[in-house]
């Protein structure tokens, strides 16, 4: 239930809506209960004392005239009443999803990193539909059934006391039935919501690694891998099927018993003068009513089983606490020029207990270019992704103008980086979107200087539409060269005072790479830079290079100097050229 009062928060925007929806919904519900009056009234007419003709033919107009005007304001009511639950329903999804999305733009990479794509889509597209179907049909069809349940018992002992304990005699049995069928159906269908997470899951996974699928040729293993997945759902929505089929007809059998007693009781009655045919006719009408509500409970019972499941899986999305996030009284930083960042005694670990940064100290001076480099696995990108505050160090410190990153508004240290990192993301839509994702507000002008600093101008206009040019799924109609320097152009629009280049030019030919090296060069001047290059021939200009090992500095100093030392970088160096040399020496 706790999860259910949390959903009837997203309820009062349309509070308004809902209520009269309900309301409206009551009153057919007293339309639907006076029909059987007007029936009994008209076999009275036939069945009890004998009426002058004129009298029978003007009560059966009034009949006529009374029922077409309840069915006309039935019709307008039963469309009010769809529409505004409707409305309420599809409002709360709404609602819903967006606070899903914007809470989990709050939460930190780690969970990402954690998490399946397909299982957080599911969660934002599939389970939170589960709240139309409450709010437009569950909770309404609750109230309006209890109402009918104690109405129509109020009504059933009022035509006959007798007759009216018999139609309790399988309640009992009933309860104990919905009952049960609550509690295998909730585990059931948590089951079914999770298997179909799954499939969403591995169908993400394989629709984004497609090429990998087929350069690969294990299309077969994969369409085995899916099978499973969808026979494992396949199984668990049967067994939730099964579970309402096993019970519901059980239900309806049982209440069945109860109109056969009535009807073999109350026939009795009617045989002893104890009952007239008019009201036992209304009462078996009525008895229809009074049954009905309790079998609905069993279909509505399944329905609050998927959204007990469905509310788990949603909220514990919600329940999430951000990492990452504010400290009270967090300071301010302007986007202003002149940004030092130190790492002090830094440690960092992704699993607990597996460090990848050790007591890390190093300096990125303002104003000037600060290259990390080192083997594969050393911490190199760990660290970028320590400034922007993606994830938080274990131990130690990460400062900005000697303040700690943590002790800065998380918005406003973001706002002074700019990142581009080596694994290029753009988004589905035009070149001009991507680039303008820098800087929203940015002129035409200013977007094409970018885009021609980062050495992309001339290709985008070799394109029919220019930089309307859609480039597809993250980006897939461009070459890996052509998205760096997008990706680049992008963070050059940003115009921030720190620039984190991870691998910037790691895809691109050499003569790209020597253009966006002088763009870099100029754009560099009175920003803080961090790069990292593996392509040491890019950062020999570098004021400072760092050489990382295991997540230690082993070393640092300009190209020259660590050249002449003869130690890890010089090999690093030797290594990269020494195959230029033969081919060259080859030529």
């Not at 990479?109 to 399946?116: C, D, F, I, P, V």
Request: glycine share 6%.
């Amino acid at each position: 239930m706790h999860y259910f009062k949390r959903y009837f928060d997203f309820v009062k925007p349309y509070r308004w809506l809902w209520i009269f929806g309900i309301l409206f919904a009551i009153i057919l519900t007293g339309i639907d209960l006076y029909i059987p009056l007007v029936l009994k009234r008209f076999i009275s007419l036939f069945t009890e004392t004998p009426q002058a003709r004129e009298e029978v033919l003007r009560v059966i107009r009034d009949m006529v005239i009374v029922l077409l005007i309840i069915y006309i304001v039935r019709a307008v009511l039963r469309g009010l009443t769809a529409s505004f639950n409707h409305k309420v329903g599809y409002g709360v999804v709404c609602d819903l999803r967006e606070k899903l999305y914007n809470h989990l733009q709050t939460l930190s990479a780690k969970y990402y990193s954690e998490r399946q794509t397909g299982k957080i889509m599911y969660k934002l597209t599939s389970d939170v539909h589960i709240g139309e179907e409450l709010f437009a049909h569950a909770f309404p069809e609750t109230v309006i059934n209890l109402i009918i349940f104690f109405g129509v018992s109020v009504i059933l002992f009022q035509i006959n006391f007798e007759l009216a304990l018999f139609t309790l005699i399988p309640m009992p049995v009933i309860a104990f039935l919905i009952i049960r069928f609550s509690l295998k159906s909730r585990k059931a269908w948590r089951k079914v919501q999770e298997e179909l997470a799954d499939i969403s899951a591995v169908l993400q996974d394989n629709i984004v690694g497609m090429n990998v699928i087929q350069s690969f040729t294990q299309e077969k293993y994969e369409e085995g891998r899916f099978k499973t997945e969808s026979e494992s759902h396949f199984k668990a929505a049967m067994n939730a099927v099964n579970t309402w089929g096993t019970y519901y007809p059980i239900i309806e059998f049982v209440a069945a018993i109860g109109t056969i007693m009535t009807i073999w009781f109350g026939g009795n009655l009617v045989l002893q003068g104890k009952l007239g045919i008019a009201n036992l006719v209304a009462f078996l009408l009525y008895l229809g009513f009074f049954y009905n509500p309790i079998i609905s409970l069993g279909r509505l019972t399944e329905l609050y089983q998927r959204g007990f499941a469905n509310a788990e899986r949603i909220f514990s999305v919600l329940d999430a606490v951000p990492e990452i996030k504010d400290k009270p009284g967090a300071l301010a930083i302007s986007k202003t020029c002149g940004k030092e960042i130190e790492l002090t005694n830094v440690g960092f670990e992704y699993i607990k207990n597996k460090p990848v940064l050790h007591e890390l100290n190093l300096k990125a001076e303002s104003g000037k270019i600060t290259a990390l480099v080192g083997p594969s696995g050393g911490g190199k990108t760990t660290v970028i992704h320590l400034i922007p505050r993606f994830y938080d160090p274990t131990s130690g410190s990460v400062k900005i103008n000697g303040v700690d990153v943590r002790d800065l508004k998380l918005e406003d240290v973001r706002r002074n980086i700019a990142l581009v990192l080596q694994d290029v993301f753009l988004f589905n839509g035009s070149i001009r979107d991507n680039i303008l994702y820098g800087k929203r507000d940015a002129t035409d002008e200013q977007m094409k200087m970018a885009a021609a600093l980062a050495n992309a101008h001339d290709y985008i206009m070799d394109f029919k539409d220019g930089y309307e040019t859609l480039i597809g799924e993250r980006g897939v109609k461009l070459s890996g060269g052509q998205k760096q320097r997008m990706s680049i152009a992008r963070a050059l629009l940003k115009d921030s005072p720190i620039l984190l280049l991870d691998e910037a030019t790691s895809s691109v030919d050499t003569e790209t790479e020597h253009l966006i090296q002088q763009a870099l060069e100029r754009l560099t001047k009175n920003r803080t830079t961090l790069v990292i290059a593996h392509r040491l021939s890019t950062i020999q200009n570098a004021d400072k290079i760092i050489v990382l090992e295991k997540g230690r500095v082993v070393e640092e100093g300009t190209h020259d100097n660590l050249m002449s030392r003869k130690t890890l970088y010089s090999k690093l160096y030797k290594v990269q050229f020494k195959p230029q040399e033969k081919n060259t020496q080859g030529l």
